[in-house]
């Protein structure tokens, strides 16, 4: 049982977090800067989005409880959430072509890594909505330290992604990348539907 969660969880928030076009946008963003910045980058992003994850884990079912919204409707809103995730991979909004025109806004590369590298890619809406569904589904102790080590696992392939970004470009080239991108969109689509239609599902049993 535990194996299974274990890869769920794993694979629900590969496709959500998406490294390979995380590094591709990082790419893009830090072209200009050394290898030691990149790498310094990089880790702070990692480090950032992993305290984001784990906090909201501890506290997001309490957050929702002071706010009297249910689980189902949380994963009703959560799944819409991850469609538009999925529908801006698909669409190729994290292709580095379209952040040429955007790099001005990114020229202090101390904030790269809080933004746009930690939020939204790497803790985004999406890796928070898929993290606090599976924490919330866990039944024991062993299931809630599952998310916690797979959002560890999944970013710290986010990071040695980042680290090996020149390589990857090189293997993936620009129509690698944007193909790989989209199929993560498409899966990450059929995961968002499968949300809103268990949380409706429940939903309209309870009322």
Partial sequence: METGFLLSTLVSLFVVVDPVGTSAVFAALTEDASEGEQKQ????????????????NFIGQALLNYMHV??????????FLLFVTAFRMI????????????????????????????IPLLAGPGAMTASLMFATGAKNALEHSIVIFSIIV??????LCM???????????????????????VLLAAMAVQFISDGVRTLMQAS
């Avoid at 669409?91 to 930690?118: C, V, W």
């Avoid at 999944?154 to 990071?159: C, E, G, H, S, V």
């Avoid at 090996?164 to 993560?184: C, D, E, H, N, Y």
Wanted: charged share 15%; hydrophobic share 50%; glycine share 10%.
């Fill in 41 to 56: 980058i990089a880790s702070r992003a990692v480090m950032t989005a992993i305290a984001l994850l784990v906090l909201f």
């Fill in 154 to 159: 999944i970013q710290t392939i986010a990071l």
């Fill in 70 to 79: 249910s689980l189902d409707a949380f994963r009703v809103a959560g799944g």
């Fill in 163 to 185: 680290w090996g970004t020149g390589k990857l470009s090189r293997i993936f080239g620009p129509s690698g990348r944007g193909i790989v991108a989209r199929v993560m969109g």
């Fill in 91 to 118: 669409m190729g909004f994290h292709d580095p072509d379209q952040l040429n025109s955007e790099k001005s806004a990114y020229r202090d590369r101390s904030n790269i890594a809080i933004f746009p590298l930690a």
